[in-house]
């Protein structure tokens, strides 16, 4: 798979992303380095441990990782995520959204990983 077609085949934003990296190695090499983001294990870590100012931190870095690499998708489920989590540490009752966003992060996630893992292949 090009560059071209992960950004394509993941709902993410190729024109933007290579405006900013300048050329496509340079991009492929930034897109490579999200497999050791800590930001979206952190999260999920934090949510289990029922945490919600660090999920809330955690996802607020993950969304702007998202943002620098153009990944348009998954930014809007991060965002999701973290206006859901904006509400649920005011008011622990509204945990229920924060799990339905977080149904659709992870999806997003598996995609983005599982595409990444197809770059050059």
């Known amino acids: 798979m090009t560059i071209k077609e992960f950004y394509d085949g993941t709902g993410s934003d190729y024109n933007d992303a290579i405006k900013r990296f300048m050329d496509e190695r340079r991009l492929e090499k930034f897109v490579k380095m999200f497999l050791d ?13 029922s945490d919600l100012e660090e999920a809330f931190h955690a996802v607020h870095t993950l969304k702007g990782v998202c943002l620098n690499l153009s990944f348009s998708r998954f930014y809007e489920s991060a965002s999701a995520v973290t206006e859901a ?3 649920a540490k005011s008011d622990r009752e509204q945990l229920g959204p924060v799990y339905s966003c977080m149904e659709v992060l992870r999806k997003d996630y598996s995609a983005i990983i599982a595409a990444i893992h197809q770059i050059g292949q």
């Open 37 to 49: 983001d800590p930001s979206y294990r952190d999260l999920e870590t934090c949510l289990a441990q």
């Open 85 to 87: 989590l904006r509400s």
